[in-house]
């Protein structure tokens, strides 16, 4: 079914709870998933709210700036932050947020992971301890990698791992060089949510733009099931939906 320029596709009893948007572009993608963000916080305005960085949900975040959403009730957590990287760090993922969110919209809740945390299995602790107190999370946002990885969980990670330090493959270093200037300034290492804890949200929307994102989305809809493409946990959850632009969904045609 085509409207204003998207098709809603139909996935078949194979992918229950899965549901995909396509649209044309990423500004089209931007605009859909501010819909929905919107569309929570209208029904539940003190939602929990789990929220991704990188250049996918930028769109995402400026139509929410534009349409002055309201997020004094709801809580946010951040999927993962580098390690160890101060805050102050102009790529920190606490910078990216308090950039694109934290100041504009002015939330006056959220939580992230500490990337200068002294004791960091302490601090992934913490970070669980702090979803679960405030209720879970009831829409997680989710980026996807070149890898099928989401959050900072790459491939063979297992679908129950929980919040918790991990080492970044070449593959994703590769890919977030561009905001560090070179290869050897990006860290290492990185605090994540875990798969299980992503899959514990009540919903979740997966945002997938450009060709470079072609593959791990259609592993995600036709591959197996599988930790060597962690996205395809997505498949296990009772209630996903996928905007994705005609570049990420040119595999599916």
Do not use: W
């Not at 805050?87 to 308090?98: A, G, V």
């Not at 992230?112 to 879970?136: H, L, Q």
């Not at 072609?214 to 995600?220: C, G």
């Amino acid at each position: 079914m085509e409207t204003d320029g998207s098709k809603d596709a139909g996935l078949g009893s194979s992918v229950q709870g899965l549901h995909l948007t396509v649209v044309k572009h990423n500004e089209d993608m931007s605009q859909a998933a501010a819909e929905r963000v919107l569309a929570q916080l209208a029904q539940r305005p003190d939602s929990v709210l789990g929220l991704a960085t990188g250049g996918t949900p930028v769109g995402l975040y400026r139509q929410l700036q534009e349409r002055k959403a309201d997020l004094s009730k709801a809580a946010l957590f951040n999927l993962d932050e580098y390690y160890p990287l101060p805050r102050r760090h102009p790529q920190s993922f606490f910078q990216f947020m308090k950039g694109h969110v934290y100041d504009p919209l002015m939330p006056l809740s959220y939580d992230i992971p500490n990337g200068e945390a002294e004791d960091v299995e302490r601090e992934c602790t913490r970070y669980e301890t702090a979803i679960r107190s405030a209720g879970g999370i009831d829409l997680q946002v989710l980026g996807v990698g070149r890898n099928g990885h989401i959050g900072f969980n790459e491939p063979g990670t297992p679908f129950t791992s929980r919040t918790r330090i991990v080492a970044l493959k070449r593959e994703t270093m590769e890919d977030n060089a561009r905001f560090f200037g070179d290869i050897g300034l990006v860290p290492k290492r990185a605090i994540t949510m875990g798969i299980g804890t992503i899959l514990e949200a009540r919903s979740i929307l997966l945002l997938a733009s450009g060709a470079a994102k072609a593959e791990a989305l259609y592993q995600l809809l036709k591959g197996d099931v599988s930790p060597d493409v962690p996205v395809t946990a997505l498949r296990l959850h009772p209630s996903v939906h996928v905007i994705a632009d005609e570049q990420a969904a040119s595999l599916l045609e």
